[in-house]
């Protein structure tokens, strides 16, 4: 506060008439709503929409209301009005298959208002993985970068908190996937996937608490292991259980289900796509 012509002037009523400006990508453009460029927390879901289908909506349209409830976000539409905007922005686009990402972004202001909250559709082609990736198997490794600790980032929440996902991504963007340790020196999950491991009859993935992300696919997965009466454990794996498994493979949503042959150079099993793996992709594939 200071005094001009004898009167007391508050700093922020001077600009109240005055047009800031804001430098973007070269320009200063005039009377920007700042809240878009400035830091922003949010969380997304990622979909596959096909012949008018959008697989496990329900599911990952549950995840998303949890996380938002966790991250203090009221999304401003309820789950049955979503669902039919997500519909409808798919048919507007004629794409098919396609790749559908719901965001829910605000910017760190606070307090959080229901004007301030932004939801974002995205409807795009499905990226095409080669068959081979199937037939064959992919290549994976594990990476420096750690996950987060749950206490700073929760692994519950699908969050737009990505820079340790795409730091991993970097140091292993010579192989299909990088799989990311916790501070102690556990798998957790890849940097879009999550991992399964098979040997001795049982298969295992890593359990929540270890952190990570209980992904769509990987909870389909375990149903689907459980109604052909494979047995399935929530287990920790270290990398000793990754390099000495019979199989091994990965889900995520667009590809669903990718055989992993071969870990830090470790060729896994016979290095071809095991028999769990292909009796399970058979019963996942598109379902």
């Excluded at 009377?31 to 697989?55: M, P, R």
């Excluded at 996937?177 to 890849?190: D, P, Q």
């Excluded at 920790?236 to 390099?243: A, H, P, Q």
């Amino acid at each position: 506060m200071r005094v001009v012509n004898g009167k007391q002037e508050i700093g922020s009523e001077r600009w109240q008439e005055k047009k800031l400006l804001v430098y973007i990508d070269g320009e200063f453009i005039p009377d920007v709503n700042c809240s878009n460029i400035e830091e922003q927390y949010g969380l997304f879901e990622s979909l596959i929409a096909d012949d008018g289908k959008i697989f496990n909506l329900t599911e990952h349209l549950d995840r998303l209301y949890d996380g938002a409830k966790f991250l203090n976000l009221k999304i401003p539409l309820e789950k049955d009005e979503l669902s039919g905007v997500i519909y409808k922005t798919v048919e507007k686009n004629e794409v098919s298959p396609a790749y559908v990402r719901v965001g829910i972004t605000s910017p760190g202001i606070f307090p959080v208002t229901h004007q301030s909250i932004s939801l974002q559709i995205i409807v795009k082609p499905l990226p095409q993985y080669p068959e081979e990736i199937y037939t064959s198997g992919v290549s994976i490794i594990t990476v420096p970068t750690r996950r987060h600790h749950f206490e700073s980032t929760n692994p519950l929440i699908k969050s737009s908190c990505f820079e340790a996902n795409i730091l991993a991504r970097i140091e292993g963007s010579a192989y299909f996937e990088a799989m990311m340790l916790n501070e102690t020196g556990y798998v957790t999950e890849g940097t879009i996937s999550n991992i399964f491991v098979y040997k001795n009859g049982v298969l295992i993935t890593p359990p929540a608490y270890l952190g990570l992300l209980k992904g769509i696919t990987r909870e389909l997965v375990i149903k689907r292991a459980k109604d052909v009466q494979i047995e399935v454990k929530e287990e920790v794996i270290g990398r000793y259980e990754l390099y000495c498994c019979e199989e091994a493979f990965l889900t995520f949503t667009s590809a669903q289900m990718v055989p992993v042959t071969k870990i830090d150079g470790r060729t896994i099993g016979s290095g071809q796509p095991g028999v769990i793996t292909q009796k399970l992709l058979s019963l996942l594939f598109r379902h």
